[in-house]
């Protein structure tokens, strides 16, 4: 079975880290771009970083720059996402998704969509 399964949210409180986790089963990762995203209650989807296929450059959302740090690890088959000095405004679901190109990541085309994990910063 083809798909992406996330793991790696849970309650932090603010502050804190998290690692997510986005691996792959069925395909491999190498020279899709992997992206992950958020939705909170109410608000639209958004995009928090990618990362290239092709040269693995990185993409990340002004809301976290500094913050959080995307990586792809090719024996693993899997794209990380970690998040520090997290903040209550971060508590959304996260989710990855995995395209042939960035651009179909940030149109909403990719291949492959992970089913989601929820971080809750909170004190």
């Known amino acids: 079975q083809l798909q992406l399964v996330e793991s790696g949210g849970g309650l932090v409180q603010p502050g804190g880290s998290l690692r997510l986790s986005c691996a792959a089963s069925?395909?491999?990762?190498?020279?899709?771009?992997v992206g992950w995203f958020r939705q909170a209650p109410g608000k639209e989807r958004e995009v928090v970083s990618y990362?290239?296929?092709?040269?693995?450059?990185?993409y990340y959302a002004d809301s976290v720059k500094g913050r959080v740090t995307i990586a792809r690890d090719y024996s693993k088959n899997t794209v990380y996402l970690q998040m520090t000095s997290l903040e209550p405004e971060d508590t959304a679901l996260y989710y990855c998704?995995?395209?042939?190109?960035?651009?179909?990541?940030?149109?909403?085309?990719?291949?492959?969509w992970g089913q989601g994990t929820q971080v809750t910063v909170s004190s």
């Open positions: 069925g395909f491999t990762l190498d020279y899709y771009a």
């Open positions: 990362i290239r296929g092709s040269d693995d450059s990185t």
């Open positions: 998704a995995a395209g042939y190109y960035y651009s179909d990541l940030l149109s909403g085309d990719a291949e492959f």
